[in-house]
């Protein structure tokens, strides 16, 4: 902030701002957070994807199967996962279960893009031969999103009831916001994780 403005607008010197962002995050005062902006582009499946633009208080637009073809990608996970024994809102990794497991979901997902390809050649709209592939086919958007909205994103993705995949991201845009805003992040985590 320059110090070249209006007074109640300049920056008090960094100890002052750091304790007033740590007062304004523990008391709830969310709508200062509202000011910084963040813009992503994301590539992910579309069940991530399902799960990520629930998150209302953002803007999103995404690469449209209407308009353009589809690329082969799709994502196959590395593990299994079972149901946590007494969680419902979580699973857990089971490495007892065969290779074939991951093979049936990548040969199931392959066999749907064929059959994508095929429709399109032959002359079927790109909006209707999509129907057939699946929801770990790769999507891609933009995501801009303020401050505030984005802690309220990593409260509930960066956490342990939060679906693996959609972790795996959540991680990586903390890493990303802990760049940016380290006393905000440092604030945050102060105040339990818990956006203002
Ligand atoms: C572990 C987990 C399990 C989930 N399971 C399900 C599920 O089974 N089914 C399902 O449908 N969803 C599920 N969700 C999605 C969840 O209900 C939220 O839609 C999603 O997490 C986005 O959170 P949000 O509404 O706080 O975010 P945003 O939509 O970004 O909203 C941010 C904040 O703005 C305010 N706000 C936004 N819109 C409104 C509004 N219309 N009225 C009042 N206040 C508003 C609220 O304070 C809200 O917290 C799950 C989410 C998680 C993390």
Redesign the pocket.
Known sequence: VSNDIEPEAASKGPESDERLIRYLMRNGHGSVFEHSVFRFFVKAPIFVAR?WI?????STNEVSGRYAILKNEFYVPDHVRVPHPTNK?QSVRDDSFPAEILELIEGASAASFREYEALLSMGVAREMARILLPVNTYTKWWWT?NC??LL??LM??N?P???WE?VQYAEVIEGMFVERMPVTHAAFVEAGRR?P
Do not use: K, V, Y
Not at 54 to 58: A, K, P, Q, T
């Open positions: 799960e629930r998150h209302r208080i953002s809102q999103i505030r909205s309220n994103f509930l993705r956490a009831t939060a679906m959609i956006a």
